[in-house]
C-alpha cells in the first residue's frame, strides 16, 4: 500500500489507535525527531510513507522520579537529557552521552527514543543507558505494555524486539545510589559533531572508598553494546586509584582483542579504548572529589 | 493535510504535503528562501531555522511535525528587529563570504542569544559546531558573535 498520510498522536490513548492501523502495514514509520529518518528516507528514496509523529506526545517528553526509578519517555530530546538535574545526580553518564551526540540542532531534535530503537551500533546513548541498568517500556495496540532490559532489547544493527504493533514509550532507570558515579566518553573522526568510533560507559558505586559495584560497557565496536565483564569483575573491592586504572586499560585492549580479532580497526581501537578508559576513570575521580 | 503553525510571527494555514521536508515547505510552498539546503542530512547546518525558539535543521523536520509550532527563519527576525545587530556584526567581522551558511549561522546565533545572552568563546563554538562555513575559517564568525551590540 503507498500512502502519504501523517498522524500526529497527542495521546497514549491516540497513540494506541495508530498501533492498531500499523500492525499491518509496512510502510508506516514512527518519526520523532527525524535526524535518522531522513537520512534513511533520502538514502533508500523513502518517497511515499505514513508517517507517526511523535513529537506532539507530551506524555512522552517528561523525565520524573517515579519511586525507586527514573523514567524517561521515548520523545525526550538530546538538549533536555543533557539538562536534566535529576539525570545529572542520578545518572550522569547518560547526559554526558546525550551532550556528545550530534550538533545542537540535532541535539534539540534527535529523541534517546529514537537513538535506542534506530539500534545503530555507534548510538551513545546505548552504552551509557546499559550502564545504569535501564529497561525499556513499549505499548502495543490493545493497550499493554511490557518491559525488558535495554541490552536484550537490542539484537544487532537497526534490530531490535520490537513488534510491528509496539511503540517504545519509556527508558527506565533504577535511582542512584548515594555514593554510585557514572560517566561516559567517546572518541570519533574530530572531537565535536561526530560519530563514534568507540564509546564507554561506566557505573560505579563505592563503599569506604572501595569499588562494590561496578558496570562497564563499550559501544561502537561490535554489532552490539559489549559489557565489560573482566574489566567490572576486576574492579570488585578495589580502591579507584593510579594501579588500578593501568591494569584497566590493560584489560580493555585485552577486550577489544577478543571482540574484534580480525577486524583492521582492532589496532586503532585497542590503542583507542585506553583513551576512553582514562577520561572516564578520571571523570570519576572528580566527581568524588567535588561531593 | 492543512498545516496551521506561526510562521515567522504569523499564523499560517496551508494545504502541503506533511511528509514533505520542512526545507522544501519553507522554500517552496512559503518563499522563504534564506533557509538553504546543503547536506540535507542535518549536518551542515545551512537550513536551520527556529523551531519554538531552537536551532533546528529544517532538513530533518517533516512539515507536518509544525503544526502548532511555531517557525522562524532570517526574513522573519528581519522583520522582528532582531536580525540587524547580528548582521551589522558579521558583516563588520568579514564573516560573510559566499554567504551560504550566513543564514544559518545567524539562526544558531539568535538561539544561543536566547538561551545564554552573554556567552563564552567555547559556548559559542559550542552554539555553532552544526553550521558549516567553507570560506572564512570560522574565525571571523566568532568574533561576529562576540561583538554583537545589544
Redesign the interface.
Known amino acids: 500500500m503507498r500512502s ?1 498520510a ?1 498522524y ?1 498522536p497527542e495521546t497514549i490513548q491516540e497513540l494506541i489507535e495508530v498501533l492498531e492501523l500499523k500492525k499491518d502495514n509496512r510502510d508506516f514509520y514512527f ?1 520523532a ?3 535518522d ?3 534513511n528516507a ?1 538514502k533508500h528514496e523513502i518517497m ?2 505514513t ?1 507517526i ?1 511523535l ?2 506526545m507530551d506524555e512522552l517528553k517528561r523525565i520524573e522520579k517515579v519511586g525507586d526509578c527514573i523514567e524517561i519517555g521515548a520523545a525526550v530530546t538530546m ?1 533536555r537529557l543533557e539538562e536534566s538535574n535529576i539525570l545529572k545526580d542520578h545518572g550522569n553518564a547518560l547526559a554526558e552521552a546525550a551532550g556528545r551526540v ?5 541535539r ?2 534527535a529523541t534517546i527514543g529514537g537513538n535506542i530503537a534506530n539500534a545503530s551500533q555507534c548510538a551513545d546513548t546505548v552504552p551509557a543507558s546499559c550502564a545504569l541498568g535501564a529497561t525499556v517500556i513499549l505499548l502495543d495496540s490493545e493497550g499493554k505494555q511490557r518491559e525488558l532490559p535495554l541490552e536484550e532489547f537490542i539484537l544487532g544493527i537497526g534490530h531490535t524486539q520490537i513488534k510491528s504493533n509496539e511503540v517504545l514509550v519509556k527508558i527506565r532507570i533504577p535511582n542512584g545510589r548515594k555514593m554510585a558515579y557514572s560517566s561516559f566518553s567517546k572518541v570519533g573522526s574530530r572531537k ?2 561526530t560519530i563514534s568510533k568507540i564509546n564507554c560507559a561506566v557505573r560505579i558505586v563505592f563503599e569506604d572508598n572501595y569499588v562494590a559495584e561496578a558496570t562497564m560497557y563499550f559501544g561502537s565496536i561490535g554489532s552490539k553494546v559489549i559489557k565489560a565483564v573482566a574489566m567490572e569483575k576486576h574492579c570488585i573491592g578495589r580502591a579507584w586509584d593510579e594501579k588500578l586504572l593501568a591494569e584497566l586499560l590493560e584489560l580493555g585492549s585485552l577486550q577489544i582483542d577478543q571482540a574484534i580479532p580480525t577486524r583492521s580497526s582492532r589496532h586503532y581501537k585497542r590503542i583507542a579504548v585506553k583513551g576512553v578508559i582514562s577520561d572516564v576513570f578520571n571523570d570519576i575521580v572528580s566527581q568524588r572529589g567535588v561531593i | 493535510m492543512i498545516i496551521n503553525a506561526v510562521i515567522n510571527g504569523e499564523a499560517v494555514e496551508k494545504e502541503c504535503n506533511p511528509n514533505k521536508r520542512l526545507v522544501e515547505f519553507l522554500r517552496d510552498d512559503m518563499g522563504l528562501v534564506s533557509v538553504k539546503e546543503g547536506c540535507g542530512e542535518g549536518e551542515c547546518g545551512s537550513c536551520t531555522v527556529l523551531l519554538d525558539k531552537e536551532a533546528v535543521t529544517s532538513c530533518t523536520v517533516l512539515a507536518g511535525q509544525i503544526n502548532g509550532r511555531e517557525v522562524t527563519t532570517v526574513e522573519g527576525l528581519d522583520v522582528m528587529g532582531e536580525l540587524k545587530p547580528v548582521m551589522e556584526s558579521f558583516v563588520k567581522a568579514g564573516a560573510v563570504q559566499c554567504g551560504y551558511c550566513t543564514p544559518g549561522m545567524i539562526i544558531s546565533t539568535i538561539a544561543l542569544r536566547y538561551k545564554n545572552p552573554n556567552p563564552t568563546e567555547d559556548e559559542i563554538k559550542r552554539a555553532l559546531e552544526g553550521n558549516l562555513c567553507r570560506c572564512t575559517g570560522y574565525n571571523k564568525i566568532i568574533e561576529a558573535v562576540k561583538k554583537i551590540e545589544r
Open positions: 502519504n501523517f500526529a518519526i525527531g527525524a535526524t529518518f531522513a537520512i533520502k511515499d510513507y508517517a509523529d513529537t506532539h538538549t550530534g550538533s545542537t540542532q540535532i534539540n531534535r565535536n559533531v
